[in-house]
T-cell receptor, first 116, second 112 residues
Framework: AQSVTQPDIHITVSEGASLELRCNYSYGATPYLFWYVQSPGQGLQLLLKYFSGDTLVQGIKGFEAEFKRSQSSFNLRKPSVHWSDAAEYFCAVGALSGGSNYKLTFGKGTLLTVNP | NAGVTQTPKFQVLKTGQSMTLQCAQDMNHEYMSWYRQDPGMGLRLIHYSVGAGITDQGEVPNGYNVSRSTTEDFPLRLLSAAPSQTSVYFC???????????FGPGTRLTVL
């Protein structure tokens, strides 16, 4: 069974600073990888996803993520954070579990605070 | 195009009461799922459906029932509410189980 770890519960950055949110997974092969964002009181919205191919994935709102097989990581980055990026970010891993049964597992989330 | 809608937005129940959380989608998605979100726990899958008439259990199914009579609707039933079911519930739909999930706005449930 797969697992996903987001090591940082809470990160604070200044507006205009760069951002990197970490995500590590455990799975025997290459899983499907997702980053979702949740604004306060809202549902989750997909930022980007990786299924195969180019390991650097571009998403919405200026976010990108890089899949590194050797490190079992899929870190989310943004070169310059805006105040509107303050939200909770979830990494998710999708993989086959027990034969043909597909399972999607979410990390516990990283809360991003942006200081003016 | 409304996407995924959930009703109600908020609900307070007493222990032992039953209720149904409604979920509907207008994107003709085959795959639908219910999650609960608790502080520090991320999202945990309760039940899911790969199409009308087909449902299966997720990670935390106890105390919940689902049915899928149409492609559009996927209600979640709490049979006898318990304080441990206090949570925020999200419904999601997807064209395929391995594809992007589209989430509803959530239902915040409190069980006293």
């Amino acid at each position: 069974a797969q697992s996903v770890t987001q090591p940082d519960i809470h990160i604070t950055v200044s507006e205009g600073a760069s951002l990197e949110l970490r995500c590590n997974y455990s799975y025997g092969a290459t899983p499907y990888l997702f980053w979702y964002v949740q604004s306060p009181g809202q549902g989750l919205q997909l930022l980007l996803k990786y299924f195969s191919g180019d390991t650097l994935v571009q998403g919405i709102k200026g976010f990108e993520a890089e899949f590194k097989r050797s490190q079992s990581s899929f870190n989310l980055r943004k070169p310059s954070v805006h105040w509107s990026d303050a939200a909770e970010y979830f990494c998710a891993v999708g993989a086959l579990s027990g034969g043909s049964n597909y399972k999607l597992t979410f990390g516990k989330g990283t809360l991003l605070t942006v200081n003016p | 195009n409304a996407g995924v809608t959930q009703t109600p937005k908020f609900q307070v129940l007493k222990t032992g009461q039953s209720m149904t959380l409604q979920c509907a989608q207008d994107m003709n998605h085959e795959y639908m799922s219910w999650y609960r979100q608790d502080p520090g726990m991320g999202l945990r899958l309760i039940h899911y459906s790969v199409g009308a008439g087909i449902t299966d259990q997720g990670e935390v199914p106890n105390g919940y029932n689902v049915s899928r009579s149409t492609t559009e609707d996927f209600p979640l039933r709490l049979l006898s509410a318990a304080p441990s079911q206090t949570s925020v519930y999200f419904c999601a739909s997807s064209p395929d189980r391995a594809d992007t999930q589209y989430f509803g706005p959530g239902t915040r449930l409190t069980v006293l």
